[in-house]
């Protein structure tokens, strides 16, 4: 897997960043919290979603950013020749996630959890082991330096994955664990309180209903042979009441028809009296019609003559209304014109104000144009004060600012001086571990001349001086205190020798301690001169932008004195100017009052000549109706007549109305005389037929009780036969009750084997995965041991050749062919011993893994190493891209970078926001 490019939106702390990956080592350089590591956590997430990010998914976009700005990231990589380009985003207010995958420009799918299955499954990793694989942090380093034995193991096996085999392990345990107690369940379930089993009890009580079903079967039998027996003298009963009740039902058609008749006669001679009276009323109301045929005459000629005396009346009115209009209008006119007069005097008095109002409206014009002028000249005054206090505050803090550098003077020449002491240092204890290193090996040979001294000794006494000589095969004789002496010699001369070299071993050892510890307290003096440095370059960062600042302030104070120049002279009398706008105030309302009574004028005047208009109209409609005079008394008369002819006239028309039914009552009188005969006819033909019939009612309620006591004979025998019934059935579903109990005992007791069975298999699963845990452990700490040793020996060109992890997973480095404790060694030493650790970890779970990763990622790793040392990592890195053809160094170490082949310095604006410059 080989990155090519990464492009970042609104992620983190960048905005819009493109970055193209190139091959060999890459510097990631930039200062603590600027967003080094961010780049490389958004490789994860890009490839495997939000549970790669190490924050909530609101925390992600950037702050700052819009809610329709989008946050994403996209990259570019090879994959085993093909070309994948992958990008997630998150967006709206609610964040919500999208996704698209790209391989050799063919669109594979859009969403985002199909996204992350490709990717693993094609990677075939997981986003744990795949950053296992690919990134070392300093803090793991340090990790696997301060831990003990146990918690080294416990994560180096977790960083390979191998912990995934304990949780098969705790899962096949909790699976043993619930079958267990599900047995338990099912043993509990299966046996009652006594110890007896419950399949035992239920078939005892099935053969007990058994016996009870067979007992209620003649029974059953029984009873319905007597309900049998009763229903057929029931269905005899039924039938003769049957024919009874048809019998009833006619004498009852015939009692009901015959009372409806009755009832109709008896309307039928009450409706027959009626008309014959009403017949005779009409008769009276003709004579009084004939006796009022003159008054009809007299009633049409009054009425005639009140229409006339209306349309006179009416004329009369008119003119009244007239003259009374007439008078009141030349009331108005008269009072119109004396308004009118009034208004001519009072408006006289405003002659010549409307030029006094211009004249005092143009100074006023003129007065505001100067006050804009002061006005601006006063805030021009105003800006140039705050200008100039604001250049006052930012020289003195530049000042301050200066002030506060000089304390950092000379730190260059004292972290050089550092610098030239540590290559000495460096230089004294490569000198005194070549010294040591040949101590080390002279004791060691005058130890083993010694030992074989003392052997020779042990044989020369044991041979005894009978004894043949082991090199010359003779006697030894008198030769056997002479050789004995000459040993004993030779083996105190060694032991001196041993003891001298022993002696300047420690002394070259203690010497190493002393330059190590001067190494360590110069290498911490250097950290903190870094860190100086750093605060120095703060400062002159401040001083720079203060001195712009203050540039910007000139520049701004120098325009603002350019524009107050023209408004120097400019002045204004502020009391001189509310006396014009007072008095222009005056001169307003009196122009206001003056329209006023223009209008008013006009108003009067167009009212006058209304006015005028109307009297003469009114005059003009006088002149028809100015005869005309009107009789009230003799209106008043006819009125009175016309009323009383009236209520005869009604009475008239009533009349004449009833008369006109007088046949139409002759009519219907004659029908109800013809009516009446035929509902006698009809009722003496009723009562013919029900004498026919001859209908007993005492025997047919005799008949229906006899029936009635049948039935309920018949009824008991049903309830008892159904009670039986029900009883049968109960015993019945009792059986099958009992029979399904029967048969949930038997599943329970064949899970109960089934779930046994399957705990023997899973116990033999759990001995299987424990071995296995076991050979891959045994397996990888040899392998990790290979790979480290490989990695040390270069990075210290051959001088260590092997890194070993014993049983317990202590690591000792070989010096000189011995194996010694890891803290035997110098913290650099031991930080690079931990970082070739590391790195084998990665080598194999990438070469476990189903692809090649070709990159590896190296978060702030040199830790206490020296300026030498750090180069010669870079270098032994370099040599690493055979292995590694991107190896990224994420650090805040200025000094690094010139040893790399492409620098990416991160640096973040005073928004807060990151960029990347390649």
């Known amino acids: 897997m080989l990155l090519k490019t990464l492009t970042l939106r609104n992620y983190r702390k960048y905005k819009n960043v493109y970055v193209e990956i190139p091959d060999g080592v890459i510097g990631i350089i930039g200062l603590n919290g600027v967003g080094k590591t961010t780049l490389i956590e958004s490789i994860g997430w890009v490839l495997f979603g939000h549970h790669a990010a190490r924050t909530t998914k609101e925390l992600i976009k950037r702050e700052g950013a819009a809610h329709n700005e989008p946050c994403s990231v996209a990259l570019e990589f090879e994959l085993d020749g093909d070309a994948y380009k992958v990008a997630r985003e998150m967006v709206g207010k609610n964040l919500v996630p999208k996704a698209s995958l790209v391989i050799n420009g063919k669109q594979i799918t859009t969403n985002a959890d199909k996204v992350t299955g490709v990717i693993e499954d094609r990677i075939g990793m997981d986003y744990q082991s795949f950053f296992t694989s690919v990134f070392a942090r300093q803090k793991e380093l340090n990790a696997l330096s301060i831990m003990k034995a146990a918690e080294r193991k416990k994560l180096v096996l977790r960083m390979l994955g191998i912990e995934r085999i304990e949780k098969s392990i705790q899962a096949i345990r909790e699976d043993k664990r619930g079958k267990e107690k599900r047995i338990e369940g099912i043993k509990t379930a299966t046996v009652d309180e006594d110890g007896v089993k419950k399949i035992e009890v239920l078939k005892s009580k099935n053969e007990e209903l058994e016996k009870l079903k067979e007992k209620l079967i003649p029974s059953i039998k029984e009873l319905e042979t007597a309900k049998g027996t009763k229903d057929k003298e029931t269905t005899v009963a039924k039938e003769e009441l049957e024919t009874a009740t048809k019998k009833y039902e006619q004498y009852m058609e015939l009692s009901n028809t015959m009372g409806a008749r009755r009832s109709d006669l008896e309307n039928t001679k009450k409706r027959k009296e009626e008309k014959e009276k009403e017949l005779k009323d009409l008769i009276t ?30 004329k009369y009115q008119r003119k009244h209304e007239l003259l009374k209009r007439e008078e009141k209008t030349t009331q108005e006119i008269a009072r119109r014109e004396g308004e009118l007069k009034g208004l001519n005097e009072e408006i006289s008095g405003f002659e010549g104000i409307d030029a006094a109002f211009e004249a005092q409206m143009q100074h006023k014009d003129a007065m505001e144009v100067l006050r804009e002028k002061y006005q601006q000249k006063v805030e021009l005054t105003r800006q140039k004060d705050k200008t100039m206090q604001e250049i006052r505050a930012r020289e003195s803090r530049t000042k301050r600012l200066i002030d506060d550098r000089t304390e950092f003077a000379g730190l260059e020449e004292r972290l050089e001086t550092m610098k030239q002491r540590l290559e000495e240092l460096r230089k004294q204890k490569e000198s005194l571990h070549s010294s ?150 005056e001169l307003e309302k009196k122009v206001s009052a ?71 009552v002759k009519d219907n009188l004659q029908l109800l005389s013809k009516l009446e005969i035929e509902i006698t006819a009809d009722i003496t033909a009723l009562k013919r037929q029900m004498d026919d019939l001859a209908f007993d009612k005492m025997a047919f309620v005799a008949l229906k009780a006899g029936y009635d006591r049948k039935m309920e004979e ?50 033999l699963l ?51 062919g011995t194996s010694y404790e890891i803290n035997r060694f110098s913290g650099g030493e031991e930080d690079l011993a931990n970082l070739c650790l590391r790195l084998a970890i990665s080598a194999v779970v990438s070469e476990r893994s189903a692809i090649q990763t070709n990159f590896i990622i190296l978060d702030e790793i040199f830790g206490s190493q020296d300026a030498l040392r750090k180069r010669n990592i870079i270098t032994a890195l370099n040599e690493l891209s055979k292995k590694f053809r991107q190896i990224f160094l994420i650090t805040h170490i200025e000094e690094v970078k010139d040893y790399m082949e492409y620098v990416l310095r991160v640096t973040e604006d005073e928004e807060g926001v990151s960029w990347v410059e390649v």
Request: net charge negative; aromatic share 8%; glycine share 2%.
């Open 285 to 314: 109301k003709k004579k009084r019609l004939d006796g009022l045929a003159d008054k009809e005459t007299h009633y049409f000629q009054f009425r005639a003559k009140k229409e006339e005396l209306d349309a006179l009346r009416e």
């Open 436 to 585: 040591i290193g040949a101590l080390k090996s002279s004791a060691l040979d005058i130890k083993k001349d010694v030992n074989e001294r003392i052997a020779k000794r042990k044989n020369i006494v044991d041979l005894g001086p009978e004894g043949e000589c082991p090199m010359c095969e003779r006697q030894l004789g008198s030769h056997y205190e002479g050789l004995l002496t000459k040993l004993n010699e030779e083996i105190e001369a060694k032991k001196r020798n041993y003891y001298s070299s022993y002696n300047e071993y420690k002394s070259k050892k203690e010497e190493l301690v002393s330059k190590t510890r001067e190494e360590e307290s110069l290498n911490k003096a250097d950290t903190e001169l870094d860190t100086q440095i750093t605060k120095k370059r703060a400062l002159d960062v401040k001083i720079e932008h203060e001195e712009k600042e203050l540039n910007v302030w000139h520049a701004e104070l120098k325009g603002i004195l350019t524009a107050l120049k023209p408004f120097e002279e400019v002045k204004f009398d502020e009391k001189l100017y509310k006396e014009v706008i007072a008095k222009l105030n």
């Open 594 to 664: 003056k329209k006023e009574l223009e209008v008013k004028i006009t108003h009067e005047r167009r009212e006058l000549a209304r006015w005028s208009k109307e009297l003469e109209q009114i005059k003009a409609d006088l002149t028809p109706v100015m005869a005309v005079e009107f009789d009230n008394k003799a209106y008043k008369s006819v009125i009175t007549t016309l009323q009383d002819l009236e209520v005869v006239y009604r009475e008239i028309i009533g009349l004449r109305a009833e008369i006109e039914r007088a046949k139409e």
């Open 714 to 763: 018949l009824n008991e025998l049903k309830l008892k036969l159904m009670e039986r019934k029900n009883e049968f059935e109960n015993v019945c579903r009792d059986i099958e009750h009992v029979l399904a109990d029967i048969a949930e005992q038997k599943r329970l007791l064949a899970d109960k084997a089934k779930e046994e069975t399957e705990i023997m298999y899973l116990s």
């Open 766 to 816: 759990e001995r299987m995965m424990n071995d296995f845990k076991v050979y891959m452990v045994g397996m990888i700490r040899p392998m990790l041991s290979d790979y480290a040793s490989d990695m040390l020996r270069r990075l210290t060109d051959g001088k260590y050749s092997k890194l070993e992890l014993d049983e317990n997973y202590d690591v000792f480095i070989y010096d000189e």
